[in-house]
């Protein structure tokens, strides 16, 4: 699912674009925000990090 907009580099034509697209579109911009919201909490919780940096130690280790 969706949970992020698209803009190109060092074009601004382009992000007003999609800010203008989410203002005229309310519900889309609300689920899209809904989608990103669950999508940190579920992937970026301080046990998911936690997790991750033990594991990168655990391969640094493994490496030395």
């Known amino acids: ?3 992020l907009i698209f803009v190109k ?3 601004n ?3 007003r674009n999609k800010i203008e ?3 005229r579109n309310r519900k889309y911009a609300l689920k899209l925000g809904q ?3 669950k999508f940190v ?3 970026y919780t301080t ?3 936690a997790k ?3 594991k990168l130690i655990h391969q640094f280790e493994s490496n030395v």
């Open 1 to 3: 699912k969706e949970n």
């Open 9 to 11: 580099p060092q074009d």
């Open 13 to 15: 034509i382009n992000l």
């Open 21 to 23: 697209y989410l203002l």
């Open 35 to 37: 989608r990103a919201s």
């Open 41 to 43: 909490k579920n992937n």
């Open 47 to 49: 046990n998911h990090l």
């Open 52 to 54: 991750n940096l033990a």
